[in-house]
């Protein structure tokens, strides 16, 4: 929310300096920018809402005179499974070296100095550096999504509760079915994640406009928190509901 704030309290002076540099012959150059940023938006949420529902089934049980389970849900696997936190991975490793080369081109070593303005250079290469962050996210994202997934507990949790992939053996061959699935799933999500990092650059290289402030990330942040507190907003509403009865 801190960050949310500080993207959002940033926006009022964003716009008033790209009307401060508008031009009227780049009319729709800015046209251009307004849609990139609505398919931005629209985009974030589609994939941000986005998930894959793999059906799951309850063998029925008996105890005592009840009868449990028998019943049929969906284990929700979500496109964007990592949410931000592969972006900020990327964006420090890619922040690591120039500030390294900043520190030691003034060394009195000549080849360390030299070293230092090739590695400053290349970083301050835009295409090098739009590459480099776009696999970085991509790589990223595949990392955090395998720490945070985990098929063999879910595979292990659902065979524990009577739980079962309709068409899938439970244990090992559910496990090995859901990383099938999510990996399908993570492409998409991470190639996703990765034009989002480069945002800025192909908003720089379509429009020529450079002074957007606000990136890919914050509008992932922005939009992500939004979506949240709706969330979090419908959630209290339905409590309240049912307090009422």
Same mark, same amino acid.
């Given at each position: @929310? !801190? /960050?949310?704030?500080?993207?959002? #309290? $940033?926006?009022?002076?964003?716009?008033?300096?790209?009307?401060?540099?508008?031009? =009227?012959?780049?009319?729709f150059t800015y046209i251009l920018l @307004? !849609? /990139?940023?609505?398919?931005?938006? #629209? $985009?974030?949420?589609?994939?941000?809402?986005?998930?894959?529902?793999?059906?799951? =089934?309850?063998?029925?049980?008996?105890?005592?005179?009840?009868?449990?389970?028998?019943?049929?849900?969906?284990?929700?696997?979500?496109?964007?499974?990592?949410?931000?936190?592969?972006?900020?991975?990327?964006?420090?490793?890619?922040?690591?070296?120039?500030?390294?080369?900043?520190?030691?081109?003034?060394?009195?070593?000549?080849?360390?100095?030299?070293?230092?303005?090739?590695?400053?250079?290349?970083?301050?290469?835009?295409?090098?550096?739009?590459i480099t962050y776009f696999f970085l996210?991509?790589?990223?994202?595949y990392f955090y999504t395998a720490v945070?997934?985990?098929?063999?507990?879910?595979?292990?949790?659902?065979?524990?509760?009577?739980?079962?992939?309709?068409?899938?053996?439970?244990?090992?061959?559910?496990?090995?079915?859901?990383?099938?699935?999510?990996?399908?799933?993570?492409?998409?999500?991470?190639?996703?994640?990765?034009?989002?990092?480069?945002?800025?650059?192909?908003?720089?290289?379509?429009?020529?406009?450079?002074?957007?402030?606000?990136?890919?990330?914050?509008?992932?942040?922005?939009?992500?928190?939004?979506?949240?507190?709706?969330?979090?907003?419908?959630?209290?509403?339905?409590?309240?509901?049912?307090?009422?009865?």
């Amino acid at each position: @929310l !801190i /960050i949310f704030a500080g993207i959002v #309290a $940033g926006l009022p002076g964003a716009v008033s300096r790209i009307f401060a540099t508008q031009d =009227s012959s780049q009319f729709f150059t800015y046209i251009l920018l @307004l !849609i /990139i940023i609505i398919a931005a938006i #629209a $985009g974030i949420v589609f994939v941000n809402e986005g998930q894959r529902n793999i059906p799951v =089934s309850y063998a029925k049980r008996i105890r005592g005179n009840r009868m449990y389970g028998g019943t049929s849900t969906h284990l929700p696997l979500r496109v964007n499974q990592a949410g931000v936190i592969p972006i900020i991975f990327a964006m420090s490793i890619m922040l690591f070296p120039g500030m390294i080369a900043n520190f030691l081109v003034n060394v009195s070593n000549p080849t360390v100095a030299s070293a230092a303005r090739f590695i400053g250079g290349i970083f301050q290469n835009q295409l090098f550096y739009g590459i480099t962050y776009f696999f970085l996210v991509v790589a990223f994202t595949y990392f955090y999504t395998a720490v945070v997934f985990d098929p063999n507990k879910i595979s292990e949790s659902l065979q524990k509760q009577g739980g079962y992939v309709p068409g899938i053996r439970p244990g090992a061959n559910t496990a090995e079915y859901l990383y099938h699935i999510m990996n399908r799933i993570i492409l998409s999500g991470a190639l996703f994640l990765g034009l989002i990092a480069v945002l800025p650059f192909i908003v720089q290289g379509a429009t020529n406009i450079n002074s957007v402030s606000i990136g890919g990330t914050g509008l992932l942040i922005v939009v992500s928190v939004v979506i949240e507190t709706i969330k979090q907003i419908e959630g209290q509403l339905v409590m309240r509901d049912y307090e009422g009865f």
